[in-house]
C-alpha cells in the first residue's frame, strides 16, 4: 500500500499552515536554533516561512506535488527551510546525508536508484561535489538538481 503525503499542505491543521500562522503572529520569535559548537544559529518564523515558500513555490513550477525530493544537506537550517518547502508544494521528502569528500557516490546512487526521485535539494558547495563526478553517473543525471541556499528565481508568494 503506498501513503501519499502529496495534499497535506492542504490540511486545516498541517504544520505548514502552523508555520503560516506562526509567522504571521509572531514573525521574530525563534523557530528553530542549530548549535554548531562554535556559534549558535537561529531561524525565526518569518525567516523560515519565507524561505520554506520561495522553496515550495520553485517546485510548483516543477510540478512536483506528489513527487519525491531528495533532501542532501549537511546538518543545518539550510535542511529545515528544504523540508519545510518540500511540505509546502506537496513533495514527498527523502532525507539523506550527502557524500563525503573525495568518497565514491554509490551510496548516493543506490539512495537514488531506490526512492527514484524525481529532484535533489541541496547545498551550491554539495552541488559542486555532486557535478564534479555527474559525467560519470547516469543515476545522478536522473534527477533535477536544486541548490536552495542559492538565491531562487521564484518569489515566496508564488
Given at each position: 500500500?503506498?501513503?501519499?503525503?502529496?495534499?497535506i499542505?492542504?490540511t486545516?491543521?498541517?504544520?505548514?499552515?502552523?508555520l503560516?500562522e506562526?509567522?504571521?503572529e509572531?514573525?521574530e520569535v525563534?523557530?528553530?536554533t542549530?548549535l554548531t559548537?562554535r556559534?549558535?544559529?537561529?531561524?525565526?518564523?518569518?525567516e523560515?516561512?519565507?524561505?520554506?515558500?520561495?522553496?515550495?513555490?520553485?517546485l510548483?513550477?516543477?510540478?512536483?506535488a506528489?513527487?519525491?525530493a531528495?533532501?542532501?544537506?549537511?546538518p543545518?537550517?539550510?535542511?529545515i527551510?528544504?523540508f519545510?518547502g518540500?511540505?509546502?508544494?506537496?513533495a514527498i521528502?527523502v532525507?539523506?546525508?550527502?557524500?563525503r569528500?573525495n568518497r565514491s557516490?554509490?551510496?548516493?546512487?543506490a539512495?537514488?536508484d531506490?526512492?527514484?526521485?524525481k529532484?535533489?535539494?541541496?547545498?551550491e558547495q554539495v552541488?559542486r561535489?555532486?557535478?564534479e563526478?555527474a559525467?560519470?553517473?547516469p543515476?545522478?543525471s536522473?534527477?533535477?538538481?536544486?541548490a536552495t541556499?542559492q538565491?531562487l528565481p521564484?518569489s515566496?508568494d508564488?
Amino acid at each position: 500500500m503506498e501513503i501519499s503525503f502529496g495534499k497535506i499542505y492542504m490540511t486545516g491543521s498541517s504544520i505548514v499552515r502552523i508555520l503560516r500562522e506562526r509567522a504571521n503572529e509572531s514573525p521574530e520569535v525563534c523557530a528553530y536554533t542549530y548549535l554548531t559548537g562554535r556559534e549558535t544559529l537561529t531561524l525565526t518564523y518569518a525567516e523560515l516561512d519565507i524561505r520554506a515558500r520561495t522553496i515550495a513555490a520553485h517546485l510548483q513550477q516543477r510540478n512536483a506535488a506528489g513527487e519525491r525530493a531528495l533532501l542532501l544537506y549537511p546538518p543545518s537550517m539550510d535542511y529545515i527551510a528544504g523540508f519545510y518547502g518540500c511540505l509546502a508544494a506537496g513533495a514527498i521528502a527523502v532525507p539523506a546525508y550527502p557524500p563525503r569528500m573525495n568518497r565514491s557516490l554509490g551510496r548516493l546512487e543506490a539512495i537514488i536508484d531506490d526512492a527514484r526521485p524525481k529532484f535533489a535539494l541541496t547545498t551550491e558547495q554539495v552541488l559542486r561535489q555532486i557535478r564534479e563526478h555527474a559525467a560519470e553517473s547516469p543515476v545522478l543525471s536522473r534527477v533535477d538538481w536544486i541548490a536552495t541556499d542559492q538565491p531562487l528565481p521564484e518569489s515566496a508568494d508564488a
